[in-house]
């Protein structure tokens, strides 16, 4: 068996505190293996993202743990942590987080700013970036050039140019019509498979189902059930 890229072990995860306290999470597991796309689906308010965030080590659990490349996370301060986001995971949020004002390979580039990667190298990179997602002839446009579809693919390539281990995506296809959601589930599809990535997305829209090799179900905190994706069947 692949050993997991990232995984959460028994993690539970309280939001708030005194009478507002909730178990967002009830003794989670989780694995996410290189060359899948796994969709994590479930109601609004069933802890998809709280889980999305703890496996992205932007939360950390009050049980259980998290490891990366088989590494646990247990008693890694902030500083650690982003080290480990900024090493291992991309994340592609529902609303594209891009800067107005930067162009598509500027935006792109940002992420490699923040890991220290020399200017031409890093320019390099980015171009080659967008390039993957079908955007080799727009970046120098400015977001405001740009259509939603598009703008995604500017954040998907920003989250893939570390070549991080771990794609990580929350509701990613929420803000697009169908047409530019296919797009984008093509795309993600293609960074599993064909680049050994492990992608998994949140999202409650049946429409993405064809795209996955695997569905996890959560409801209430909890991983209700389990089934491969109707892209293994194909």
């Given amino acids: 068996m692949t050993e997991p ?3 959460a072990v028994n993690v539970a995860k309280d939001l708030g505190s005194g009478a507002a306290k ?5 003794g989670v597991s989780l694995a996410l293996t290189g060359g899948e796309l796994t969709l994590l689906m479930g109601p609004s308010g069933s802890g998809k993202t709280t889980l999305l965030s703890i496996l992205g ?7 259980g743990s998290v490891r990366v490349r088989g590494n646990p996370t247990d008693g890694a ?3 650690e942590l982003a080290l480990l986001r900024r090493e291992h995971v991309g994340f592609v949020f529902q609303s594209f987080h ?3 004002t930067l162009s598509a390979a500027d935006n792109v580039r940002l992420a490699l700013d923040v890991r220290g990667e020399p200017w031409r190298a890093a320019k390099l990179r980015s171009r080659e970036a967008l390039r993957k997602v079908g955007l080799a002839d727009r970046i120098k446009a400015f977001p405001r050039e740009l259509s939603g579809g598009e703008q995604q693919r500017v954040a998907i390539a920003r989250a893939i140019v570390g070549n991080p281990s771990v794609i990580l995506a929350d509701e990613p296809t929420a803000a697009l019509d ?3 959601g296919r797009a984008i589930m093509k795309i993600l599809a293609e960074i599993a498979r064909e680049q050994g ?6 999202t409650h829209d049946p429409r993405l189902l064809p795209f996955a090799d695997r569905i996890v179900h959560i409801e209430d905190g909890r991983i209700t059930g389990e089934e491969r994706g109707e892209a293994k069947v194909q």
């Fill in 5 to 7: 890229l990232i995984e």
């Fill in 197 to 202: 990535h492990a992608v998994l997305i949140v």
């Fill in 77 to 79: 301060g902030p500083e």
């Fill in 57 to 63: 080590c932007m939360l950390t659990p009050n049980e």
């Fill in 98 to 100: 891009l800067f107005p």
């Fill in 178 to 180: 169908g047409e530019n």
């Fill in 22 to 26: 909730v178990a967002a999470l009830k």
